[in-house]
T-cell receptor, first 114, second 113 residues
């Protein structure tokens, strides 16, 4: 069965600090897909990234970067030089492909303090 | 603008009443989903539909019902059988298969009085 664990329930950082959000997943499939979503206070989830299991290259998008390591079943998300606008709940999710819906972790609430 | 709309944003219900949450999308997506979000619980899947006139139960379908008569619409009914319906409900849509990104609506916050 597939499972996503986000062990950090809440994180607080001061503006301009770097912060890493952890995501550990479990799956028996060799083909799977990992996602990160952001949920700002407005409530609507915003898609950030999707990564498939065959692509272990790290990705950088502006201040955001993602570290995918199959050896440790982790897909961690780092925000560099955090800003107040980064304050949100961040969800990691997993899909085993086909028509299997996403399975979400419980989320990490990030608070960036000015 | 393409997107997903959910209405109403806030909904209050008396115990024992059924209530229907609306979800409409104009993204031409075949797949639609309903999630429930409780504090500290993440998103839990209630129902999903990959195509019109077909839908499947998710992890917590008891006390809920859905219909998918049109591609654009996927309403969720919270019945009186749902023991603890107070929650934030999110609707999403995607292009199948399931590993494609989902697009989310703004959500409906349901409170049972």
């Amino acid at each position: 069965a597939q499972k996503v664990t986000q062990a950090q329930t809440e994180i607080s950082v001061v503006e301009k600090e770097d912060v890493t959000l952890d995501c550990v997943y479990e799956t028996r499939d060799t083909t799977y897909y990992l996602f990160w979503y952001k949920q700002p206070p407005s409530g609507e989830l915003v898609f950030l990234i999707r990564r498939n299991s065959f692509d272990e290259q790290n990705e950088i998008s502006g201040r955001y970067s993602w570290n995918f390591q199959k050896s440790t079943s982790s897909f961690n998300f780092t925000i560099t030089a955090s800003q107040v606008v980064d304050s949100a709940v961040y969800f990691c999710a997993l899909s085993e492909g086909g028509n299997t819906p996403l399975v979400f972790g419980k989320g990490t609430r990030l608070s960036v303090i000015a | 603008d393409g997107g997903i709309t959910q209405s109403p944003k806030y909904l209050f219900r008396k115990e024992g009443q059924n209530v229907t949450l609306s979800c409409e999308q104009n993204l031409n997506h075949d797949a639609m989903y309903w999630y429930r979000q409780d504090p500290g619980q993440g998103l839990r899947l209630i129902y999903y539909s990959q195509i019109v006139n077909d839908f499947q139960k998710g992890d917590i379908a008891e006390g809920y019902s859905v219909s998918r008569e049109k591609k654009e619409s996927f309403p969720l009914t919270v019945t009186s059988a749902q023991k603890n319906p107070t929650a934030f409900y999110l609707c999403a849509s995607s292009i199948p298969p399931g590993y494609n990104e989902q697009f989310f609506g703004p959500g409906t916050r349901l409170t049972v009085l």
